[in-house]
């Protein structure tokens, strides 16, 4: 058998050459936006985790450097330098092609966040340099790329040795490509939330931030020895919790489980997944398997206890997890995701493992803490209660309207049937909305204009949202319920339109009314946003007509900057207010056609900070707001 604590040359396997990550770099890191930029981080963070997973890392730096670089370093075994089969060095291999890693045979890592062997190399292609420093085997040797391409000599297939050294360790310093990305400044809040999370889930790994870029640098120690359960007290500091946080352990099949959970007096769940430290942002079959074990359980205590009586149905999944926080982290040998983002888990072991380490430890905690058993029954008797008077409540709210309101004025529908090919317009103001009605193609194009700005979700009551005109048309039109804490009829399979556009004016009202849909959205239907169903309609703000040429329209100033620059000769420049300023063709051209329009698709990248977010900014609570406003008012760009 092959010595499992064996890392060098030979560990790197070798799948395939680097092939066009700068031609295609969504494909590689999600996106060229401050998602994917950032991305570029957390890939040489999740290799640092993966040797702490391995035993040989206790901490790593993480800089965001003045220059706008990022460097990580951590004291691990440093990346192999040896002489690899293929005829140079490991390192260089590892950082010029894909597919080239230790962590494919489980030999060198039993478990692992980065699986398919891009993520270093793709770092390296997406930047304008990358400076490589090894610290192995009593030397310190070097390596230096620009835009993937090595620019440093190699002596027989070998780095260079710049110095000896008793440590150990690899430090990575990078500086985006801002050819490739749209902006090239780290977000230091995204990348401190993920650190944060990082360390909640390593509770032996320290985790060192600093931001160099300010005037005052900001130094941040991240150590978490209480682990997830301090992750849990951490989301429900600002709540009032049911009892302690429960946690316990297990494993099964070589997959490791961890689970920490506390109920709070709040209607709603947040129950978060991670596989090998990766957050899984749609979940997967390690919380299926939980959430089915958990309400098995819990029902059939209920049926003991005699709280549930023979007539009675028994409490929904949605019930026995109301107020609910939750964090199930696993590791597992061979995980599979959906996509190389890995936002959702595959492995049906994985549901299996969970359900049973859950069905053994929950059992063995209720019956040795039967109060906190009979105050968590209490949680689902209560949620099932509210949620049979509001399913009547809701019948009647909902259905009054459900065949009239395509012709109540409110929604102009479209012919096709077909879901995946139809989209609606959700439209700031009546004029607008007349214009757009007119505009669009009647086939697979839905308007539906609202008037005014929607109820914040936020700050009120589930009855008053429920009874908001406005609401209750979206929630009709869209075809696939509400989903709120008290009981969950929301079924996305049922959605009738692929694209839900939001198309507000380019100003401050409708920037406003914009949040407030998305907040409704983000809310109580979030799997629109989980699975790419939300976008916004991006109308341009001015229309440049040149007195010799053809007419241009420009979507910021940006765009109008560049055309001032290439565009020799006089225009007029006509700037549009509002959508309701164009006319039918206009908005065609501009917002409508799929073949000229620009959209934007919303995305979440990071659940509790959006969560938090969402909270702070449009809750009840006013010296948070301010705050955070303070702190970012540098970071806002002006319409003046």
């Not at 040429?549 to 549009?576: C, I, M, N, S, V």
């Not at 065609?588 to 959209?599: F, I, V």
Request: hydrophobic share 35%; net charge negative; aromatic share 8%.
């Amino acid at each position: 058998m092959a010595n499992a604590n064996k890392y060098d040359a030979s560990s790197i396997t070798v799948l395939e050459g680097l092939e066009a990550v700068r031609v295609r770099p969504g494909m590689y890191i999600g996106s060229v936006s401050t998602k994917g930029l950032n991305h570029l981080i957390y890939e040489i963070v999740d290799n640092a985790v993966d040797e702490h997973l391995a035993g040989y890392c206790n901490t790593i730096y993480v800089t965001l450097e003045a220059d706008g670089s990022a460097t990580i370093e951590d004291d691990g075994r440093g990346i192999p330098v040896g002489m690899h089969e293929k005829g140079i060095s490991a390192e260089r291999l590892v950082f010029t092609t894909l597919h080239a890693g230790g962590k494919f045979d489980n030999e060198a890592y039993k478990t692992s966040g980065g699986l398919h062997g891009v993520g270093s190399s793709v770092v390296n292609a997406l930047s304008e340099w990358l400076h490589v420093t090894v610290k192995t085997e009593g030397h310190i040797y070097e390596d230096k790329y620009e835009r993937g391409i090595p620019v440093l000599e190699l002596k027989d297939g070998l780095l260079p040795v710049i110095g000896k050294t008793k440590e150990t360790g690899t430090r990575i310093s990078f500086l985006p490509d801002d050819t490739i990305f749209d902006k090239t400044r780290f977000k230091e809040d995204d990348v401190k939330s993920r650190l944060h999370e990082t360390a909640y889930l390593n509770p032996n790994l320290t985790i060192v931030f600093e931001d160099r870029r300010q005037e005052v640098p900001e130094h941040i120690e991240y150590h978490e020895p209480e682990g997830i359960v301090g992750f849990i007290k951490d989301m429900n500091k600002s709540k009032e919790a049911i009892h302690d946080v429960i946690y316990f352990q297990g494993e099964s099949e070589g997959i490791a489980v961890e689970v920490a959970l506390q109920y709070v007096n709040e209607f709603h769940e947040n129950v978060l997944g991670f596989c090998n430290n990766i957050y899984n942002a749609e979940g997967g079959t390690h919380l299926t398997g939980f959430k089915t074990m958990f309400t098995n359980v819990i029902n059939t205590y209920a049926r003991g206890l005699n709280i549930l009586k023979e007539k009675d149905v028994n409490f929904t999944g949605a019930d026995v997890r109301n107020g609910m926080t939750a964090v199930i982290s696993i590791k597992h040998p061979d995980p599979r995701f959906e996509g190389q983002t890995k936002t959702k888990l595959d492995n049906q072991d994985a549901s299996k493992v969970v359900a049973k380490v859950t069905g053994d430890e929950i059992v063995r905690y209720f019956d040795r803490n039967l109060d906190t058993l009979k105050s968590i029954i209490g949680c689902a008797e209560k949620a099932a209660k509210i949620r049979k008077a509001e399913e009547k409540a809701r019948t009647n709210m909902l259905t009054k309207q459900k065949f009239s309101f395509d012709s109540n004025g409110k929604l102009a529908n479209c012919e096709s049937k077909d879901a995946s090919k139809c989209e609606i317009f959700i439209v700031e103001g009546d004029s607008a909305g007349g214009s757009a009605k007119t505009a669009r193609d009647r086939m697979f194009q839905a308007i539906l204009p609202i008037r005014g700005k929607i109820l914040n979700v936020e700050k009120a009551s589930i009855d008053k949202i429920l009874a908001n005109a406005e609401i209750k048309t979206m929630i009709n039109a869209f075809g696939c319920g509400f989903s709120e804490g008290y009981g969950n009829d929301f079924d996305i399979s049922r959605l009738r339109y692929d694209k839900i556009i939001i198309m507000a004016d380019a100003d401050v009202d409708g920037a406003h009314i914009s949040t407030l849909l998305l907040t409704l959205f983000y809310r109580f239907m979030p799997e629109l946003i989980y699975e790419g169903h939300v976008y916004i309609a991006m109308p341009p703000l001015y229309k440049a007509m040149p007195s010799k040429g053809k007419e241009e329209y420009l979507y910021d100033d940006k765009a109008l900057e560049k055309y001032r620059k290439r565009h020799k000769g006089p225009f007029t420049l006509q700037r549009y207010k509002g959508l309701g300023e164009m006319d039918a063709d206009q908005l065609w051209e501009t917002t409508l056609d799929p073949e000229t329009r620009l959209l934007k698709l919303v995305e979440i990248e990071d659940a509790r900070m959006a969560s938090e977010v969402t909270e702070m900014l449009m809750g009840t609570e006013v010296p948070p707001r301010k705050e955070f406003i303070y702190r970012h008012a540098t970071e806002a760009e002006l319409d003046i």
